[in-house]
């Protein structure tokens, strides 16, 4: 064993900035500095030249090496304690040539054992080259060790122990080991797996290990299951995994696809990896999603791995790489296609999936509302109605597939109704009056063209779901009064309980109206086409608006100014609800 140490990594992370500086310093100075020295000759009066320079820069070197060696086995001991702002622990070995020497000597004696066995081809070879790999991990957390004896081994012959141990242990096609045989791997495979993990970790590998690892998928998911690897190991090998033809259950075969069960798994571990990849990719979200993996994959409790996964991964980090991973995944889900048989919706009916991906959208709303709003506009909204990047970019029928392959299960449909509630609510819209100042009228008009840009989203999104009557009607209902439900109150400035009461009162009445109307047409008994029940909706807001300035004194409106709200509502709601009209029939 080495020495007993403790390292402020923060402190020790500095210091190794300041000596890269002093070395790029010594750099600089040395060759001018030799170059007169040669020129000047015997003439040269400035001492002993530039030997301490050598020496100096020399001492920089080795210290910053060892330092980094110390932070890098420290920091990947289990049994190391914080002491104030130390990491206290004893290395496994006395210095990093020492690390390096075991490791060389380790990797010899492995490739010897391993010899024998391809030559002999017994169950006792084998039991001693399995005894040797675990035997190789003892120093498995030093790098210098590590990539010593991984540099013995080479890549060929490492992911050939890999190969020879699932021969003797695995039955079958290898889609991944199932979990008791990872678990039998844990004593021998691990330290191989752990070996390459610190290693690559302080970039100690080349490219050829990369090569050769990405063409055995059983082994890569095996190694993200046995240890926690580099984020560009990850990256890879999640990348490779999602696009084998081996991912996703295949019915014709008995065999479980545990590749992307450890992927996924490993995710959930790790979900900034999953959240790169999703940002990173555009692809990856439509692979991830798709029902042959996350629907048919024959594995239990995959699904809510994987939504736990997606949970993570997109509740935190980096605010720009967050929304670029959902803007990829939106697309995927709400792409052409999606809602029909075989598509992206399927891998979302009832799936605790979208009970999260509800709660992620929540604060993207405006920005798919303004989409809306937009669109509805025909393109005369000003540039300040426009989405924020990316949402900007994204196809109104995308956003509107989206939502409805997230409608697809009942709970993520009373999120996205709860969230969308909240969300108008704060928008204030009747802090600002529709018929004030031009300052108040531009804000007025941009926030209800958001909150009529979510209705309209809603709307659309609801055509893509399969409910009763009584379930759209509530819906559409809710949706259609949601845009000036929490205007009325401050517009009009509702503040005693009475009168508050009264506003409420009056909404539940309007959401009546419309229930009865839409009850009406969906039974056959009344004569309306699909447009003039969507008018007739429009008309009854309308009305329920003007109702409420007149009963709380209000300025009095003109024609122009009943004819401009009701161009508004109209412009936002109609083409949604002619759309989902004219899917329920009359």
């Not at 900034?272 to 996350?294: F, H, N, Q, T, W």
Request: aromatic residues 6%.
């Amino acid at each position: 064993m080495g020495e007993f140490v403790g390292i402020d990594p923060s402190g020790a992370g500095m210091l190794i900035k300041h000596l890269e500086r002093a070395k790029a310093a010594l750099g600089r100075t040395r060759p001018p500095l030799e170059s007169a020295i040669t020129e000047a000759g015997a003439d040269w009066a400035g001492g002993a030249g530039t030997a301490a320079m050598h020496r100096t820069w020399a001492f920089f070197d080795d210290s910053q090496r060892d330092l980094k060696w110390r932070i890098a086995t420290i920091t990947r001991m289990e049994d190391t304690r914080l002491d104030g702002r130390f990491l206290t622990g004893t290395l496994p070995f006395a210095s990093r040539a020492e690390a390096a020497e075991k490791g060389r000597s380790a990797g010899a004696v492995l490739l010897a054992i391993l010899a024998v066995h391809l030559a002999e081809g017994s169950p006792e070879s084998w039991r001693r080259v399995e005894a040797a790999m675990t035997a190789a991990g003892q120093g498995a957390i030093d790098p210098a060790y590590a990539q010593a004896l991984l540099t013995a081994l080479g890549p060929k012959t490492y992911s050939l122990l890999f190969s020879q141990w699932m021969d003797v242990n695995v039955n079958g096609p290898r889609r991944g080991l199932s979990p008791e045989e990872l678990e039998r791997a844990r004593a021998s495979l691990g330290p191989l797996a752990e070996l390459y993990a610190t290693a690559d970790t302080d970039g100690r590998l080349g490219g050829d290990w990369d090569d050769e690892l990405l063409k055995h998928p059983a082994m890569l998911s095996a190694m993200l299951a046995l240890g926690k690897q580099s984020p560009k190991f990850h990256d890879r090998a999640g990348r490779e995994l999602l696009r084998l033809g081996t991912a996703g259950h295949q019915p014709s075969s008995p065999h479980l696809d545990w590749n992307s069960y450890w992927l996924v798994k490993a995710f959930d571990a790790d979900p900034d990896a999953l959240r790169r990849l999703l940002a990173g990719d555009k692809e990856a979200a439509s692979l991830l999603l798709r029902p042959g993996l996350v629907k048919l994959n024959g594995m239990p409790g995959f699904e809510d791995v994987l939504a736990s996964a997606l949970d993570k991964a997109l509740g935190r980090g980096d605010e720009g790489e967050r929304t670029r991973a959902l803007f990829n995944v939106v697309n995927a889900l709400g792409a052409e296609g999606a809602d029909e048989v075989g598509g992206h919706f399927d891998s979302l009916k009832n799936s605790p999936i979208n009970e999260v991906l509800a709660r992620k959208v929540v604060p993207y709303l405006g920005e798919l509302g303004l989409g809306h709003a937009k669109e509805t506009a025909e393109g005369a909204l000003p540039g300040q109605f426009a989405p924020a990047p990316p949402w900007n970019g994204l196809k109104v029928d995308v956003g509107s597939r989206f939502i409805g392959a997230v409608m697809q299960d009942p709970a993520a449909v009373k999120i996205l109704q709860a969230e969308s509630q909240k969300y108008v609510q704060g928008l204030d819209i009747g802090k600002f009056h529709p018929f004030g100042d031009e300052a108040e009228r531009h804000e007025y008009t941009v926030r209800s063209a958001k909150a009529g840009g979510l209705a309209s989203l809603l709307l659309s999104g609801s055509t893509h779901v399969e409910w009763n009557d009584d379930q759209t009607n509530e819906f559409i209902a809710e949706v259609l009064t949601m845009p000036v439900g929490y205007a009325i109150n401050k517009w009009w400035n509702i503040r005693a309980p009475v009168v508050a009461t009264g506003r409420d009162q009056g909404v539940d009445q309007a959401k009546g109206d419309i229930s009865d109307l839409l009850q009406d047409y969906m039974d056959g008994k009344t004569p309306l086409t699909a447009k003039e029940v969507a008018d007739a909706l429009i008309d009854k807001q309308h009305a329920w608006t003007l109702r409420a300035l007149e009963q709380h004194d209000q300025m009095a409106l003109s024609a122009s100014d009943k004819f401009r709200l009701r161009l508004e509502t109209s412009g936002h709601l109609h083409a949604a609800l002619l759309k989902i009209l004219e899917k329920r029939g009359g």
